[in-house]
Structures are given as C-alpha cells and as structure tokens.
C-alpha cells in the first residue's frame, strides 16, 4: 500500500541553525500539506502546496518557513533561523485531488518528523 | 480562526463496550469532518468523513454522528478493541479556503482488556 514517507525521524539542531524536513508523497498525489503538533496538543496546518506553488498557509507559516518541491518527488519544509518553539513533530501529508463537488479526498499523513530544537 | 475542540480528554472504556468520543466546533460554515486516529509515535489515520448535508454515516465499527444545530460531532466505535487505544482528532474544512485541516485537541482512548 503507498504511503507518505518522512526523513528524518528524529532531528536535533542548535537555535539559529537551519533545517531541511523531507517528505515523499504518494506518486500520484497532487496537493501536499504541512502540519505540525506541539508534544501534547492539537496538530496544527502550516502550508498546502498545488502546482508548485503555496496555495493557503497559516499564520504560523512566516518568513521563516518555506516549502519546495524541487524534483517532483520530494516535498520539502525549510525553517531558516529555527526557534525553540519550533519544537514539535512536523507531520507532511498529500491528497490526490481536491473538489468541493464530490466527496473528500483523504489525507494521507507521513510518521511525521520529530524537531528538537536546544 | 475556526475553532474545534473537544468535550473529554481522556476516555477509558472496558474491550468490547461501545465508545463515543465528541467533538464540538465553532464555524457555521464548516462543511466536511473528518475523525482521525493517530497512535503513539506515528501520523494521524483516517477513520471516516462526514459531509455538512448528512447527519450520519456508517463504516467499519464506527458511526460519525453530525448535530449541525449545536455543532457536535461524535465517533462511535462498537465493541472496542485494544487496538483501538489512540488518541482521537476530529477536524474540518471551511468552506472557503483550500483543503486545510483545523484539528480538535483530541480525546484520548484507553481500552482496558
């Protein structure tokens, strides 16, 4: 069965340091999101991403952030100066299609990559 | 933003009792649900949707419970099953905007065998 995958699992950096977060979405999918979860509350939406370019983003999603796809496969989560808020799982999930005429298409959710921020 | 939240945050229940689990939100406008399930250390799983225009839907040992008049939402789990220990997110769509999820804080659920 396809599924979403995400490296790495566990990542740890210095405050001020940059990070890349990796994502490989199901083959055929065409829309792609970021979420995260701060240890023990609610997932949050960051960004969803069509046609190689940002379709909505959140407030959390700021300067600091940005998202690319750069090869058609991967599906990437930059965070430029990372900040001890940052810390938190970082959950990428993709979607065949979106149409508000049928039915929803799932999200599929990755395992998620856990980012610790000292 | 919209808001959606939940009634209970911890749920304990003996195999093979039926659970509900609810979730209240806040958005009239709010026109899919979504319950998901996500167990310890990996991403939310889905378990079953609900659009706005229906008040109820059935799947595999799951029922989704929609009250548009108070804005409740419920996930019925019949003859719980240790594998079904998780923590449990119900989420929506606006109806404007792209597909974006707005996640509950979540119920956790605890069969006791």
């Known amino acids: 069965e396809p599924e979403v995958t995400q490296t790495p699992s566990h990542q740890v950096t210095q405050m001020g340091q940059e990070v890349i977060l990796r994502c490989v979405p199901i083959s055929n999918h065409l829309y792609f999101y970021w979420y995260r979860q701060i240890l023990g509350q609610k997932v949050e939406f960051l960004v969803s991403f069509y046609n190689n370019e940002i379709s909505e983003k959140s407030e959390i999603f700021d300067d600091q952030f940005s998202v690319e796809r750069p090869d058609g496969s991967n599906f990437t989560l930059k965070i430029r100066s990372t900040k001890l808020e940052d810390s938190a799982m970082y959950f990428c999930?993709?979607?065949?299609?979106?149409?508000?005429?049928?039915?929803?298409?799932?999200?599929?959710f990755g395992p998620g990559t856990r980012l610790t921020v000292l | 933003g919209e808001s959606v939240g939940l009634h209970l945050p911890t749920l304990s229940v003996q195999e093979g009792d039926n659970s509900i689990i609810n979730c209240a939100y806040s958005?009239?406008?709010?026109?899919?649900f979504i319950w998901y399930k996500q167990e310890s250390g990996k991403g939310p799983q889905f378990i079953i949707d609900i659009r706005s225009n229906m008040d109820k839907r059935q799947g595999q040992r799951v029922t989704v419970l929609l009250n548009k008049t108070v804005k409740h939402l419920s996930l019925q789990i019949a003859a719980t099953q240790p594998g079904d220990s998780a923590v449990y997110f119900c989420?929506?769509?606006?109806?404007?905007?792209?597909?974006?999820?707005?996640f509950g804080t979540g119920t956790r659920l605890t069969v006791i065998p």
């Open positions: 999930a993709s979607q065949t299609s979106f149409s508000r005429d049928i039915s929803y298409n799932e999200q599929f």
């Open positions: 989420a929506e769509t606006a109806e404007t905007g792209a597909n974006n999820l707005f």
């Open positions: 958005n009239s406008a709010s026109d899919y």
